[in-house]
């Protein structure tokens, strides 16, 4: 695939995608997959606590109480490359007419905006919601790169890049078609 096919600039940053396995990223945040209990799982959300390690969850625990679907908290990485983890809330398919685009959008956005909290240049993110939630990824990669490009272009953001890592090259071409 064409590189110029996996960057566009937005504002002052760009949008990146690569097929990468997001836990061994260097960046400043990483966004989990997480699910509402905040309890670990599978996907990317189990592969992120196995990487990070058990100070992960200890902090959820200690932290949070959950978190609803379409919003996003935030932890230190442990010993994930990462200086932080924001762990965003997806929601599961139904059938497309109970918010799960709108919820979906929320996940993402929420979880840039705590990017920028805590002044992060480079976010690396998953496709939410696409593995076992069932989201559509035909439907899902327009609302992640939407919201990415939202972010990147909010005036004064500390964000510089924000890199989809994707599971498959499958998932990469349905997300190089919605860049």
């Known amino acids: 695939m064409e590189a110029e096919r996996l960057t566009r600039r937005v504002g002052e940053g760009r949008i990146t995608l690569r097929r990468a396995d ?6 400043d945040a990483v966004v989990n997959a997480a699910n509402a209990s905040l309890a670990g799982g599978g996907g990317v959300d189990g592969a992120m606590h196995r990487a990070a390690g058990p100070d992960l969850m200890r902090e959820l625990q200690e932290r949070y109480r959950g978190c609803p679907t379409g919003s996003a908290v935030v932890t230190g990485a442990g ?3 990462a200086r932080h983890v924001i ?3 997806g929601p599961r398919w139904r059938d497309g ?3 799960e ?6 996940a993402y ?3 840039f905006a705590m990017a920028v909290e805590h002044a992060c240049a480079t976010v690396a993110a998953p496709s939410i919601s696409t593995g076992i939630y069932g989201f559509p ?3 899902a990669a327009p609302i992640a790169i939407g919201a990415a490009d939202q972010a990147l272009a909010h005036p004064g953001t500390t964000l510089r890049e924000i890199t989809f890592a994707l599971f498959s090259d499958a ?3 349905v997300f190089a078609r919605a860049l």
């Not at 997001?22 to 960046?27: A, C, K, Q």
């Not at 685009?101 to 929320?106: C, T």
């Open 97 to 99: 007419e109970h918010d």
């Open 101 to 106: 685009p709108a919820l979906l959008a929320s």
């Open 171 to 173: 998932d990469l071409e």
């Open 109 to 111: 956005r929420s979880a």
């Open 87 to 89: 762990h965003a809330v």
């Open 79 to 81: 010993r994930l490359r």
């Open 137 to 139: 990824i035909e439907l």
């Open 22 to 27: 997001i836990t061994t990223l260097e960046v």
